[in-house]
Nanobody, 121 residues
Framework: QVQLVESGGGLVQPGGSLRLSCVVS????????MGWYRQVTGKERELVAA???????NYADTVKGRFTISRDNAKNTVYLQMNSMKPEDTAVYYC???????????????WGKGTLVTVSS
């Protein structure tokens, strides 16, 4: 059973920084892409940043130059370093991973339960 657990959310002032972490646990063969999404109440969930198994990255235009996604494959962990944060970054942030559970299977999508990030003075 694959589980994703996020940590690192909280309250930060505008201009401040936070680092989110997400650990993938359970029994599986490999992890393909990993990423972070966010959702504001009443709006659709949107991609923030993604990283492939080869560490190619992709960012939403709204966070380019401020956020950095990285992964530690030995720890099955993905990180999101958020700098120069703005009030509009306030959202619930969800971790995503495409996981190959058994060798030969297609990757399956797994999600964390989310962590709240609030940017406010």
């Amino acid at each position: 059973q694959v589980q994703l657990v996020e940590s690192g959310g909280g309250l930060v002032q505008p201009g401040g920084s936070l680092r989110l972490s997400c650990v993938v646990s359970g029994r599986f063969f490999s992890i393909n892409a990993m990423g972070w999404y966010r959702q504001v109440t009443g709006k659709e969930r949107e991609l923030v940043a993604a990283i492939t198994s080869d560490e190619l990255t992709n960012y939403a235009d709204t966070v380019k130059g401020r956020f950095t996604i990285s992964r530690d494959n030995a720890k099955n962990t993905v990180y999101l370093q958020m700098n120069s944060m703005k009030p509009e970054d306030t959202a619930v942030y969800y971790c995503h991973a495409e996981v190959v559970v058994r060798w030969g299977d297609y990757g399956m999508d797994f999600w964390g339960k989310g962590t709240l990030v609030t940017v406010s003075s």
